[in-house]
């Protein structure tokens, strides 16, 4: 079986990605860069193609299609990078991958202990010598109700961890998890938008919640709310974010992904000039954490990520029932 791979990275994926197409009796087609229209057809006479955040829009997927793609591989959760709608009148399968949600759970409470901590300012000050007290004092997580949007693995292990800290949670999901029901209380968005200190999100993006939190929301919400955000910047609808920091609506934010980050993570772009407006207001208030899109990359999940690819094009290629596809 061929599988040619996009966005491949020496530096981290090589390895693992040489191992499990050696385990599995994979030939491997490689490119270094994301997928576009002029090296698509570096994936000529492949079927099976693996990508992580790219964008693959309508006019991709069908030069894809011209070329006899049967299966687009994304090695991420999220496939909003991806047009569904695209693949289904083409006639291209897409798939995902899952991997160990401790990653981002682990992020996400330390997102979460920053924030309400104030960790950036601390260190910033730190930096200068400046060990002044005034503008620092923290908040306890056991003193906060927390609410959790999302219960799927990453959120269900987000609860775990927060539940070891004594707080009162909340939970939101359309589907409910009996497990959940021992560390946390399900209930409505109103009700967590009203009686929370902090709200943390962890669900796909999806065309029905798009800009989940958005000025309508936000009114709704605590004074001094922290937002966390591990999942996709779209949850958030940035500008109302920015109006609820900067009148104090919103106490802190503890963002790792952010909207319209396509093609900017994980280049080398600092001499580029960047059209990120919102991105560069978020990054210069004190009481908000900005990262890269990192909650995701530990050794761990990075070996998932690439062997769940090379399996998911292989259950589509044997015919067998595949527990990563998308469409």
């Known amino acids: ?18 191992k499990f197409s050696k ?6 087609g490689i490119c270094t860069d994301a997928p576009t229209l002029e090296n698509a057809k570096l994936a000529e006479g492949y ?21 006899g793609v049967k299966m687009i591989s994304t090695r991420t959760i999220g496939y909003d990078h991806v047009d569904i709608e695209a693949a289904k009148e083409f ?9 160990s949600p401790e990653c981002v759970a682990d992020y996400t409470v330390m997102l979460i202990l920053m924030s309400i901590r104030k960790m950036k300012r601390i260190m910033q000050r730190a930096e200068i010598n400046d060990f002044t007290l005034p503008g620092i004092q923290g908040r306890e997580l056991p003193n906060f109700t927390i609410g959790v ?17 004594g707080c009162k949670i909340y939970a939101y999901d359309k589907y409910e998890n009996e497990s959940v029901k021992q560390r946390a209380e399900y209930t409505d968005l109103s009700t967590i938008y009203r009686e929370c ?10 065309e029905d919640n798009f800009h989940l939190i958005g000025r309508e929301a936000v009114a709704q919400m605590k004074d001094g709310v922290v937002i966390v955000n591990t999942a996709r910047g779209g949850l958030i609808d940035t500008k109302a974010l920015i109006e609820g920091l900067e009148s104090g609506k919103i106490g802190a934010a503890g963002l790792d992904v952010i909207e319209d980050e396509f093609g900017m993570y994980y280049y080398d772009r600092k001499s580029d000039m960047l059209s990120k407006r919102d991105l ?5 208030l004190p009481n908000v954490v900005v ?20 399996e998911s094009c292989l259950f589509r290629a044997r015919g067998e029932e595949d527990p990563w596809a998308v469409v």
């Not at 006639?91 to 991997?99: C, D, L």
């Not at 560069?280 to 210069?284: A, E, N, Q």
């Open 197 to 206: 200190d902090l709200i943390t999100l962890h669900m796909p993006l999806l």
């Open 280 to 284: 560069y207001i978020l990054r210069g």
């Open 23 to 28: 385990e599995y009796g994979v030939e491997l």
């Open 47 to 67: 079927e099976y193609i693996s990508i992580i955040t790219s964008k693959i829009d309508r006019e991709l997927m069908a030069k894809f299609h011209e070329m």
């Open 91 to 99: 006639g291209i399968h897409v798939s995902n991958v899952s991997y």
């Open 291 to 310: 990262t890269p899109h990192m909650a995701f990359y530990t050794d761990q999940a990075v070996s998932d990520m690439v062997r769940h690819s090379i």
């Open 149 to 165: 949007l999302g219960t799927g693995r990453i959120g269900q292990a987000v609860i775990r961890d927060l539940s070891g800290f």
């Open 1 to 18: 079986m061929k599988i040619f791979v996009y966005n491949y990275r020496e530096f981290d994926e090589a390895e693992y990605f040489q």
